[in-house]
């Protein structure tokens, strides 16, 4: 397990970028099966349609499940304390996503000394999708 | 309008038994490519027992037993009406496979917006492994759209 000492984390620092692959139905129908959120408006187009989409569109798990791979592809699982999102906006077939992570605050956390990683999801147009934070040890 | 009766209901425990395989497929799902999350000797090379659950994982506990399902019945909620708002988790200790979870959640809240137009269902949600201890809390705002 890499370690990192609370020294190496700097305010203002980037976590690496997570850049992921256009969204297509198959990742869709299998997120859906590993995710146990079998909702139809994710896989069903005649279902999407009859409620009113043009097309199904993402889990919003789905996008959250990739900015957990953002943090804890930089720092161990057992670093994190707390990790909240709110979905901004439906994630459409064909999106491609970045998720990005920057720490913004020192605190101390259940006297732990950590950080707070504000985390979002975008489009390649741009377009934010899920906007969040995380709060890490660095101790 | 979901009637405001509700606050305070406790839904029945859903009970996940953490499978290696449900793990290897899950960390496939969303491209995971860390062996922690799909390769044993890794895990352990980590320091974990056996395969770690992902950050989300557990969230799929209620899904499965059918506990969400049962809970849009009960509020009268449409599904193709609802949408996810916001999720957090709060850790307090890894989960791996081979446990056996139990998540016992409360509607927390409920309040709407803009004239009804948007309704607003909290749901807060306790997971204990099987030896009765803490190891996460889920916070679900859900969003009915009318």
């Known amino acids: 397990m890499t370690t990192i000492t609370s020294n190496a984390v700097q305010l203002g620092q980037e976590l690496p970028a997570l850049e992921l692959p256009p969204v297509t139905r198959t990742m869709l129908a299998l997120f859906a099966g590993a995710s146990g959120d079998h909702n139809p408006i994710h896989i069903d187009v005649d279902f999407a349609r009859r409620a009113g989409m043009p097309d199904v569109f993402a889990h919003g798990m789905l996008g959250m499940a990739w900015l957990g791979r953002l943090l804890t592809g930089w720092m161990p699982q057992s670093k994190l304390r707390k990790f909240d999102v709110r979905f901004q906006g439906i994630t459409h077939l064909g999106n491609a996503i970045t998720c990005r992570g920057k720490v913004v605050e020192r605190l101390t956390h259940g006297g732990e000394d950590c950080v707070r990683v504000e985390l979002s999801t975008t489009n390649q147009f741009g377009q934010t999708k899920i906007l969040g934070d995380a709060i890490v040890a660095v101790a | ?146």
Not at chain 2, 21 to 31: D, K, P, V, W
Not at chain 2, 87 to 113: H, M, N
Request: proline letters at 6%; glycine letters at 8%.
């Open chain 2, 1 to 146: 309008m979901i009637d405001k009766k509700w606050i305070g209901h406790q839904l029945p425990p859903s009970e996940l038994l953490i499978e290696r395989g449900r793990l290897q497929f899950f960390a496939r799902s969303i491209g995971e490519t860390d062996p922690i999350y799909t390769d044993l000797a890794a895990a352990r090379a980590a320091g974990y027992p056996d395969l770690p659950a992902p950050p989300t994982f557990v969230f799929a506990a209620e899904l499965e037993s059918g506990a969400v399902t049962s809970l849009l019945e009960t509020l009268e909620l449409p599904i193709q009406k609802i949408l996810h708002g916001e999720q957090g988790f709060t850790y307090l200790k890894p989960v791996c496979a081979g446990e056996r979870v139990t998540v016992r959640s409360k509607i927390a809240d409920i309040y709407d917006k803009k004239g009804g137009a948007l309704e607003f269902v909290l749901k807060s949600s306790e997971v204990r492994n099987s030896s009765g201890e803490l190891v996460a809390e889920l916070r679900s705002l859900l969003v009915c759209r009318n």
